[in-house]
């Protein structure tokens, strides 16, 4: 696939120029830069960029065109334009699957309309920033969870995509691009879930201090606040309901992506996990990332069991990754009288409890508030240049664009669990 240069440009912005490019730390990154300036310089005058009507404005997609159909290769999609002072340009490099990515199509939801360009994970090199203010340069290479995916213009199935300063990570030489693009959505939604959710304080972390976002929520507007999440993002919290280092928190899903995050997280602010999850394929990545407890998933009435007496019947934090009926199986190990929280990132039990408060992730917050989003990126970036924080393990796939539908394939038939399947752009940049 011939890489093609962006030629959108904003009074409000800052252009990607060769000698900006080449300062990049590492040879991969010098390397997809020199490559980007190589094309700019042979396809632009010197005094202008590219007409947005040129040809070079154009880039390559995968386009959803239809409910329960495979995405399709788009040739001539136009680059998406930068519309906000805020916004920056990213030439994608590497996409992170997730499940909603094949989930979506195949159950037709979570798409506004069609046809439509998916993807919630992305990592790439950033072409250009605001004028003013920013954290991110020119040059940096980012990763960038998606998390607005009403935006197309933001959406990761294309080559270069749209995205805010403020929710954009950059990503140190030292770790992998390909890696990092596979944590994005995953670390979003673990560290919303323990510090809005759960009014975790992650300030408090000594090792990799982080910021306390119920304090940051709180100094803002509530009408600022996307009205389905408000409830959960302003619930009232007693410090005695928060949870308290050395307390017990279960994790049922433990082994995706999220699971590992959270857990990880969890395990940095000083509490102690409850692992439930395919104990034979999982239980050493698991172990490593600092579970405390390994319990196997097979037989839900024995984990059930096990929580019980391992926690004393005193359990007030759990969060489910894997669905309504495993939320339901988890609620059980939860101590009714004693404030129980219960967080289901797919699903919840229909019939509730009254002693048990329910929680879903308030996602639109990290996109919808600019001093949440920012704190988060800036927390992870600390994470990955402390290496405190242990990535998930991938599986890279080849063929660019063209070869997500097979990727997808291969999720869909779970013979990957455990593991990320990221697609690399990288390699056909510098073709």
């Given at each position: 696939m011939a890489l093609s240069a962006p030629s959108i440009m904003s009074t409000t912005s800052t252009y990607l120029q060769l000698d900006e490019?080449?300062?990049?730390?590492?040879?991969?990154?010098h390397d997809i830069a020199q490559s980007i300036s190589d094309?700019?310089?042979?396809?632009?005058?010197?005094?202008?960029?590219?007409?947005?009507?040129?040809?070079?404005?154009?880039?390559?997609?995968?386009?959803?065109?239809?409910?329960?159909?495979?995405?399709?290769?788009?040739?001539?999609?136009?680059?998406?334009?930068?519309?906000?002072?805020?916004?920056?340009?990213?030439?994608?490099?590497?996409?992170?699957?997730?499940?909603?990515d094949w989930k979506g199509p195949a159950f037709n939801f979570g798409i506004p309309s069609l046809p439509w360009i998916n993807g919630r994970d992305l990592a790439g090199l950033v072409l250009q920033v605001p004028k003013g203010s920013s954290r991110l340069k020119v040059g940096d290479i980012v990763l960038v969870p998606s998390t607005d995916y009403r935006d197309i213009r933001k959406a990761a199935f294309q080559e270069y995509a749209i995205a805010t300063d403020f929710n954009a990570a950059r990503i140190p030489a030292s770790t992998s691009?390909?890696?990092?693009?596979?944590?994005?959505?995953?670390y979003v939604a673990a560290a919303l879930a323990l510090g809005?959710?759960?009014?975790?304080?992650?300030?408090?972390?000594?090792?990799?201090?982080?910021?306390?976002?119920?304090?940051?929520?709180?100094?803002l507007d509530k009408d600022d606040i996307p009205d389905d999440i408000r409830e959960e993002c302003f619930?009232?919290?007693?410090?005695?309901?928060?949870?308290?280092?050395?307390?017990?928190i279960a994790i049922w899903g433990a082994s995706t992506t999220t699971g590992l995050i959270a857990l990880q997280l969890a395990k940095l602010a000083g509490l102690r996990i409850i692992c439930i999850a395919d104990i034979a394929r999982h239980g050493a990545k698991l172990h490593a990332s600092g579970a405390d407890l390994l319990i196997d998933r097979h037989d839900q009435n024995r984990a059930v069991e096990i929580i019980r007496g391992v926690t004393k019947n005193k359990l007030r934090y759990a969060i489910d990754i894997v669905g309504n009926e495993t939320a339901a199986t988890l609620e059980k190990t939860l101590n009714p009288d004693g404030h129980a929280h219960l967080l289901g990132l797919t699903g919840l039990p229909k019939e509730r409890n009254s002693g048990i408060r329910y929680h879903t992730v308030p996602?639109?917050?990290?996109?919808?508030?600019?001093?949440?989003?920012?704190?988060?990126?800036?927390?992870?970036?600390?994470l990955l240049h402390s290496t405190n924080l242990t990535l998930p393990e991938i599986?890279?796939?080849?063929?660019?664009?063209?070869?997500?539908?097979?990727?997808?394939?291969?999720?869909?038939?779970?013979?990957?669990?455990?593991?990320?399947?990221?697609?690399?752009?990288?390699?056909?940049?510098?073709?």
């Open positions: 490019l080449k300062k990049t730390p590492t040879t991969f990154h094309f700019t310089n042979d396809t632009t005058s010197e005094s202008e960029p590219p007409s947005p009507r040129s040809e070079t404005s154009r880039q390559s997609v995968l386009l959803l065109k239809g409910a329960r159909e495979q995405y399709s290769l788009v040739d001539d999609h136009a680059i998406p334009s930068v519309l906000h002072e805020e916004e920056i340009l990213v030439k994608v490099l590497a996409i992170g699957l997730n499940p909603i691009i390909h890696a990092a693009s596979s944590v994005g959505v995953a809005v959710s759960f009014g975790l304080d992650f300030s408090l972390i000594k090792k990799a201090p982080g910021p306390n976002l119920l304090n940051i929520i709180h100094q619930a009232s919290f007693l410090d005695s309901e928060k949870p308290q280092p050395g307390e017990w996602i639109k917050l990290f996109h919808s508030a600019p001093k949440v989003g920012e704190a988060m990126v800036c927390w992870l970036e600390d599986v890279r796939a080849d063929g660019g664009l063209e070869g997500i539908n097979g990727a997808l394939e291969t999720l869909r038939s779970g013979s990957v669990s455990g593991k990320r399947i990221v697609v690399d752009l990288a390699s056909a940049s510098l073709a």
